[in-house]
C-alpha cells in the first residue's frame, strides 16, 4: 500500500478532527434552546432534579430554580445505573411530566438519551439531548445525533482526554448537527475524597481549543453539596458557558444521587452569588433584556 | 418514605449484583463455543488480527493461528475509532470473510458487536459476541445481549472498577443470558509508557469474586509486542481462562492498532511457551482430547 | 494484646490528624511574613522564576512581580530534578542573590529545601520554606520543619489524597511548628494535555476540613501559560488563600520549566483582573492598607 | 544564550539516562549479597513482617521464611508512615534484632532507610538498603546512596513513570554505586478494590530497557492475602528476578499492613508452587548448588 498512513479499502484518509476546532469557526458558536442563547456572553444555568420522581417533586423542583433564576431544566428519565436493579428512571411518563413543569415555568428541558431507540421520543420532547458520560464514545448514538438537527450536550467521559472528547463531539459535527455543548462533569482519578476530580483547566484548554460552548456540572464532579458553590464560581470565573446543577426539593430522600444534589436555598444563593464573579470576567447570566450584540460590544 | 435504602416508585429495591457472585456457582460457569469450552482446566487463545482487511490478509491471520494452535479466530468488522475519519470497519462483508475464514479451518470467530441495530446479524453469524471497553457501560446493548442466549465477552471498561464490570455483567445475567466471559484488557492511569496497564491482580480477585471465566487481552493492554508473550504467561500463572491476542500477518501494514499486534512467528513461539506455565499451575491449553471430567479430576 | 487498635510496643495509639483540623482552630490560621499574612481576607500573591539563573534574570523578574503588586518573591536555588544531569540549581550563591532582590524590592522571599541539610542555611535567609510536591512524605524533613518556628509552604504529592496531604501538614504541626501553608499543584492523573489536573475541589474541600491556608500553584499544575490566567482567577473564585505563579523575564530562555512560566506582561494583566473576582467572594489582594482586623470584621 | 537546549550556567548539558539503559551493560547486572546474586537466572526470595515487632516475632517469622526456602530476611525499623502517631518502627533495637535473626538462619538482611543521617547505621548493619515509594524521588537520599558501594533495593514511586524510577536509579549509578535493584510494589490507580495496582507490564518493560534486575513486592501491591500467590506466579513467569514478601507469624496482630501479611504456612506453599512456573521461563530459585555459569549456558 506504500504510504505510511493507515488507509481504508475505500481509500479515506482520516483527517483528525477539524469540525470543532476554534480555527474553523474563531468567533464561536452559539447555541439557541429556545429564546435561551448558550455560548455567547450570557451564562447558562442548567438547573434540576437528578431524576423525575412524580409530579409533586418535579413541580417543586422546577418553581424552585426557576424563581432562582434558572434558564432550563434538567431532569432525568432514563437513567444509566451501575447496578440493573437500580431506579432505572421513570421512562416516558417521566418525560411527560418533565415537558410539562418546563412549560409551566417558561424553561426549556434537558434531559439524558441513552440509547437510539429513544431518540425519536426524546428529540420531540426534550430541547437539549443529554449525552452521559459512559456514553462519550458510543459511536452509533453520536452519528445518530448526528443526524438531527437538535442541541445536544455531550458530558466527558470518566477517562477521556480533551482530545478523545473533542474527537466525540467531531462524531456530531461530521453528521451535520452544529448545536453541540460539551460539559466537563469530573474524571476519575486515584482522590476518593470527591466523587470525581473537577478538571476546570480542560475547561480553560477546551475553550482555545474548539469553538463550542463548554458547561461544567459541578454535581456529579464532586458529589460534596458544600462544593458545588465554590465550584461553580470557579467554573464562571475561568471561561465556563454554563452550569448543570442537580437540585432537589429534599435532597436526603433523592432516588438517585440525593447526597449530591443541592437544597432549593442554597441554589438560590448560589444564584445570587453568580453575577459578581461573571462581571468579573466581562459575563453575565444569561437574559433576554442583553441581546447578545449590546453585550458582547460591551 | 421512612427506610434508608433507595426504592423507586414501583417499590423495587436495589438487591446488588448476585447473579455474578462466586456463591451463586462455586463450581465455575463453564461456556461452551462450538467444540471448545471456557472456563473449564483447558486454557483458550483466541488470536486474529484487529481488524478484517480483506480476503488475503484475513486468510494468512486465520493459517497462521490455526497453526500455531489456536482455539478462535477474532477479528474486529464493526471497529469503535476515536476519530469519525478513522477506518471503521469492513461491516456485513467482513464478517462473511470472518465466517469463512473460521470455517475453512475449524475455528469458532468472535467479533465485536457495537450497537443493539448490529445484533441480530452478528448473533446469527459470531458466536462469541465482543463488548469493547468503550460499551462496558452501554446499558442498552448489555440488555439486548441478556435477552440472547450467546456467549459474550465483555470488555473491562477504561477506568472501571472490578466491581462496575462485574455489575455490567449483572446486566446480561440479569436477562437470562447466563453465557458470559469477562476480559481484562488494561486500564487507564497516569503510566504512558504502554497504552494502558495490565492489571492482572484485577483477573485474580475477578476469579475470587465470580464464577465467570475471565480473559486477557495482553495486546491492547500492553501496545507494545514484545511485551504480549511476558504479559500472556504471567496471565496464565495468575489464574486467567484464556487470551484474546492481535496476530497480523504483517504487523507494519496494519489499518488498525497495528503497531501492537504479534507477527505469526513470535505467535507460534508463545502458544510453545504456554503449556509449560500452565502445567505449573494445573491447567492446559484446552484440546478435544483431554476431556473436561478427567481435566477436572486432575 | 486484645483490643483492636494497632498498638505499639511504647503503648502508643493513634489518634489520628487532629492538630490540622478546622475544629482546632474554627477561626482560621494566618500566617506573618514579614509585613505580609497569609489565611486572612487578603489574598498573597508569590510570583518569581522557577529557579535563580543569575543576577540579572532575577532582578528584571523581581523588578516586574513587585511592580505588578506581588507580595512574595519565589525562586528555587535547590531544584529537585527528574534527572541526575539537568540543572540542579545554583545553590547558595542563588540563594544571596535571592534575598538581595527581595530586599531591594521589598518582598519577602520562598524557596525550596530539599534535603534537612538545607535546613539551617535557608531557615535563616528564607522566609517561607516550601516542601516539594515529592517531598510530602519526607518524613525526616517534615520532623525537622516541626522544629522550627518559621513559615512552612508544604506542596501537595502527585499522587496524594487529601488527607494524607493533611497528615503530612500534621507531622508538622505536630512538632510544634504551627505556620503551615497548603499548597495544590495539580495531581497526576491519566489526562496528558496538561502537565498535571489541578484539583480546585480540594482546595474548597481542604479548606473545610482545616485551618490553614491553602495556596495554589497554576503554573505547575497545568504547564500552560494560557491557562494560568483563568485557572488563577478559578482559584481565587473557589477560596483559596493565594497563588504561587512562576515569572520569568524570558521565558523561553528559563534553565526550567520555561515554557510554563508567565510573561512580566501576562502577569500585570493578571494582577489587574484579580480583584475584580477576589471582590466577588468578599476578598481582596493582601494589602497594608487595609489592616486585618478591620478586613475580618467586615 | 543561542541553542535550544537548556543549559546551566556551568555549561553542563543533560545527557539524560544512560549508565542504566539495557545498552550500557547488555547482558544484565549481578548483584551478590551475601552468598546470593540477584540479577542472574537464579530467581531470589526476600520475606518477612513488614516492621521489626519484638524478639519473638522476628524470630517466628525468620525461622518460617529460612524453613520455606527464603534467600533473604526483610523487616522494617525504621517506617514511612501516614500518619506521625502510627507505629514508626522499633529503630536501632530493631535492626539489632533483625541482624541477629539474620545471622541465626542465615540469611542476609533488607531493611529501609528513610533519611540520610540513617545511611552510618543502617549500611553498616543492613545488606541491602531499601528505599521505599515515597523516597523514590528523594534525591539527596539517592545521592548519598550513590556515595556507598552497597546493594540498594529501589521501589517505585506511587505515581512514578518507569523513566522515571529509571532516573531515579541514576541518581544512585551516576555517583558510582551499580548495585541496584529495582522494585516493583504497584502504582496508585482509580481502583480501590485493592491497595494498588500492580503494574507487571512495567516489570517486563523495565526488564527490556535496563541492565539493573527487578523485584516485585505482591504485598503492598494487592494488600489481599490470596492475590500474593498468583501475584508471585505471574511476577515469576513475566521475567522479574525475584520477590520481596511480607511474611507475619500471626498477620491479625501485625503492627503495620498485617492485613497484607501471608502466613507462613501459606508462604511454604508459594515456594513450593514457584519452581514449577519458572522452569518454564528457564529459571529456578537461587540455589548455591546450581552455579551462575552453569544455570547460564543452559
Same mark, same amino acid.
Not at 482520516?14 to 469540525?19: S, T
Not at 459535527?173 to 466537563?184: K, P
Not at 446543577?245 to 449530591?260: M, N, S, T
Given at each position: ?7 481504508? /479499502?475505500?481509500?479515506? =484518509? ?11 469557526? /474563531?468567533?464561536?458558536?452559539? #447555541?439557541? #434552546? ?9 451564562? #447558562?444555568?442548567? +438547573?434540576? /432534579? ?13 418553581? !424552585? ?45 434537558? *434531559? ?30 453520536? =452519528? !445518530? ?16 482526554? #480533551? ?21 466537563? =462533569? ?39 453539596? *458544600?462544593?458545588?458553590? /465554590? ?36 441554589? +438560590? ?30
Amino acid at each position: 500500500m506504500g504510504g505510511q498512513q493507515p488507509e481504508d /479499502p475505500a481509500g479515506r =484518509r482520516d483527517p483528525g478532527a477539524h469540525r470543532v476546532l476554534r480555527a474553523a469557526r /474563531p468567533e464561536g458558536t452559539r #447555541v439557541r #434552546v429556545g429564546a435561551v442563547e448558550v455560548g455567547g456572553p450570557g451564562f #447558562v444555568v442548567m +438547573a434540576g /432534579p437528578c431524576a423525575v420522581e412524580g409530579a409533586e417533586q418535579l413541580e417543586l423542583a422546577a418553581r !424552585a430554580v426557576a424563581q432562582a433564576g434558572a434558564h432550563l431544566l434538567r431532569g432525568g428519565v432514563f437513567k444509566p445505573r451501575t447496578s440493573p436493579y437500580a431506579f432505572q428512571g421513570m421512562g416516558e411518563p417521566g418525560l411527560k411530566l418533565l415537558v410539562d413543569a418546563g412549560r409551566r415555568h417558561g424553561l426549556p428541558i434537558i *434531559s439524558e438519551v441513552m440509547e437510539t431507540e429513544q431518540l425519536p421520543l426524546m428529540a420531540e420532547h426534550s430541547d437539549i439531548l443529554q449525552v452521559g458520560a459512559r456514553n462519550m464514545q458510543n459511536f452509533g448514538l453520536l =452519528r !445518530a445525533l448526528g443526524r438531527l438537527r437538535k442541541p445536544v450536550l455531550l458530558k466527558r467521559g470518566l477517562s477521556a482526554t #480533551v482530545q478523545e472528547w473533542l474527537n466525540a463531539a467531531e462524531y456530531i459535527l461530521a453528521g451535520g448537527n452544529e448545536q453541540v455543548l460539551l460539559c466537563e =462533569r469530573g474524571i476519575r482519578t486515584f482522590e476518593t475524597s470527591m466523587r470525581n476530580t473537577l478538571d476546570l483547566a480542560a475547561v480553560a484548554w477546551a475553550k482555545e481549543r474548539t469553538h463550542l460552548p463548554v458547561i461544567v456540572d459541578p454535581s456529579h464532579a464532586t458529589g460534596i453539596p *458544600s462544593l458545588i458553590t /465554590p465550584m461553580s464560581l470557579a467554573a464562571a470565573a475561568c471561561g465556563a458557558d454554563g452550569l448543570l446543577i442537580e437540585v432537589h426539593p429534599r435532597p436526603e430522600q433523592a432516588l438517585c444521587d440525593g447526597q449530591q444534589a443541592m437544597s432549593p436555598g442554597d441554589f +438560590a444563593t448560589l444564584m445570587q452569588r453568580l453575577p459578581g464573579v461573571l462581571a468579573a470576567v466581562d459575563r453575565h447570566l444569561w437574559t433576554p433584556a442583553v441581546p447578545a450584540q449590546i453585550a458582547g460590544a460591551r
